[in-house]
């Protein structure tokens, strides 16, 4: 049995979660959200708690159980608390402006590549080397911050491009030269 499926998705006070034939709609202080799940799955909820059931062992089902379960305790947490992620913008000259919703990058290119948030995602540029993207769905918080991050990753051997706040980038060593030579 699925350690993470089996255990049931506690619903807070000012949360409501409505179960109509496949969709899980799920709807809190900080927005709404709907997900389809599998045909395979069950969910089930009593006011208190959602619960994910699955038909059998198959491998499939196994997979879809916990993943089903863990996909409604994103959307509860989503709705109740929210999700961000930063970004940090390193390098001499790089940095980002906020543009309307959006935000603007300077980072090294020639055209400065502009980013519009999807439904649902706010975007903060608190100061000119950071960036704050957050929202209630957590899958598209994370592209979004994803979209942004690859539009410079972060190279080895300077360390400069945009990074995920906590993120280690290993450095390499340059080219080292013999004086003998």
């Known amino acids: 049995m699925s350690r993470i499926g089996k255990a049931p ?58 993943l089903t379960r863990a996909l409604v305790n994103n959307m509860v947490v989503g709705v109740t608390k929210g999700y961000e992620k930063k970004l940090k913008v390193e390098g001499v000259g790089y940095q980002a402006v906020a543009k309307g919703k959006g935000v603007e ?10 980013f519009q948030p999807p439904e649902g995602i706010t975007c903060q540029v608190p100061d000119a080397t950071t960036i704050v993207v957050s929202g209630a769905d957590k899958q598209k918080v994370g592209q979004f911050a994803a979209e942004i991050r690859a539009a410079k990753k972060p190279e080895p051997y300077k360390g400069k491009g945009i990074r995920y706040e906590n993120e280690v980038v290993r450095r390499k060593e340059g080219k080292s030269f013999s004086a003998g030579k």
């Open 9 to 66: 998705v506690v619903i807070p006070a000012g949360v409501k979660v409505n179960i109509a034939a496949r969709t899980v709609k799920v709807e809190g202080p900080k927005g709404k959200l709907e997900f389809t799940h599998h045909p395979d799955m069950v969910v089930k909820s009593d006011g208190q708690q959602v619960t994910v059931e699955r038909p059998n062992d198959a491998r499939q089902n196994r997979a879809l159980h916990g």
């Open 105 to 114: 990058l300077m980072v090294g290119f020639a055209n400065k590549p502009n």
